[in-house]
């Protein structure tokens, strides 16, 4: 691959971006890991990856049938975020994420309340990382990771529909940092879209 075009990737890869990697069926459900880019170092496809438990059976076939390889990603970014900020976004974000699968899938409704409080303090926590970034909802698509190339999806509305609910939960908690932050509000974003995500897993 041609220094220009290993250049090109890492720009366009260098946004926050969130991949799914499937994993083996679980008692409860069907894991995903839901990564990140880790930006501490200078190859886009580094990874740092979180399991997220979703309610479908697995393994389903949900990737475009010509790229078995591929990953669906989301772009929360449209300008530059300093990559020290962008990991440590990730990691409270995916950590938010986790626990909030969690409690979406346990029986027991104390430790969901509780799960669910800890979820709505990662995703405050991430929100107030990138206080001073603006996050919106940049796209969806198909990652295939060893060509470095993007896929169209032809029904692509549960990633988009993730996308979009994802990046409003952080917007509403941005909005409301130094007030009392509306964390009901911004997990009522992240439920909807975890149901997005299942889907997404499930299609």
């Known amino acids: 691959m041609s220094l220009v075009r290993r250049l090109m990737i890492a720009v366009t890869l260098a ?8 994993a083996p069926a679980q008692a409860g459900g ?7 880019p880790d930006t501490r170092t200078d190859d886009p496809f580094d ?14 076939k949900w990737w475009p049938p010509e790229c078995w390889v591929c990953l669906p990603s989301f772009d929360f970014w449209r300008d530059y975020v300093d ?3 962008r990991y440590d976004f990730n990691e409270r974000f995916g950590k938010g994420l986790g626990l909030l699968a969690e409690s979406h899938l346990t029986d027991d409704e104390k430790l969901a309340e509780q799960l669910r409080a800890e979820a709505g303090g990662q995703f405050l926590a991430a929100a107030e990382i990138v206080s001073e970034y603006e996050i919106g909802f940049d796209g969806f698509a198909w990652t295939d990771p060893v060509n470095g190339e993007y896929l169209g999806d032809p029904q692509p509305d549960p990633g988009i529909a993730a996308g979009y609910a994802m990046a409003e939960g952080v917007r509403i908690l941005q909005n409301t940092l130094g007030k009392e932050p509306d964390i009901e509000g911004a ?10 995500l299942s889907e997404l897993a499930a299609a």
Not at 187 to 196: G, T
């Open 15 to 22: 946004v926050s971006a969130v991949f799914f990697i499937p």
């Open 30 to 36: 069907y894991w995903i890991e839901v990564c990140f």
């Open 47 to 60: 990874l740092i990856c979180v399991p997220v438990e979703v309610p479908v059976e697995g393994p389903r």
């Open 83 to 85: 990559p020290a900020v």
């Open 187 to 196: 997990l009522k974003e992240f439920d909807a879209a975890y149901e997005s």
